[in-house]
């Protein structure tokens, strides 16, 4: 099963951007498709983007769409969120996740977590 680390995370001002890295350790990384979630104090763990193992087709949340950018690079088996305009609401632990298959929103469907990385927004 493949194993996740979260890293990037940090203080940051409101517009500001931050890039959070996830890497993969384990083989058949392709095979996988790769999620990043949020949770903040309180609220139940929420989807934010993924994007599938081989043809790297991306999906996201309408609240991060055109703000954050999900992108991976097989060959060193890392995935990548690039945040930028980031808001006060955006401030949570942020999760990688690996399922097999197609991309999903639900975080129950996903198999392996990292650690998770915090991020914080200062308005």
């Known amino acids: 099963q493949v194993q996740l680390v979260e890293s990037g995370g940090g203080l940051v001002q409101a517009g500001g951007s931050l890039k959070l890295s996830c890497a993969a350790s384990?083989?058949?990384?392709?095979?996988?498709?790769i999620g990043w979630f949020r949770q903040a104090p309180t609220k139940e763990r929420e989807f934010v983007a993924a994007?599938?193992?081989?043809?790297?087709?991306?999906y996201y949340a309408d609240s991060v769409k055109g703000r954050f950018t999900i992108s991976r690079d097989n060959a060193n088996q890392a995935v990548y969120l690039q945040m930028g305009n980031l808001k006060p609401e955006d401030t949570a632990v942020y999760y990688c996740?690996?399922?097999?298959?197609?991309?999903?929103?639900?975080?129950?469907?996903?198999?392996?977590w990292g650690q998770g990385t915090q991020v914080t927004v200062s308005s």
């Open positions: 996740a690996a399922k097999i298959g197609d991309i999903g929103v639900v975080f129950r469907h996903y198999d392996a």
């Open positions: 384990g083989h058949t990384f392709t095979s996988y498709t």
């Open positions: 994007i599938t193992g081989s043809w790297g087709n991306t």
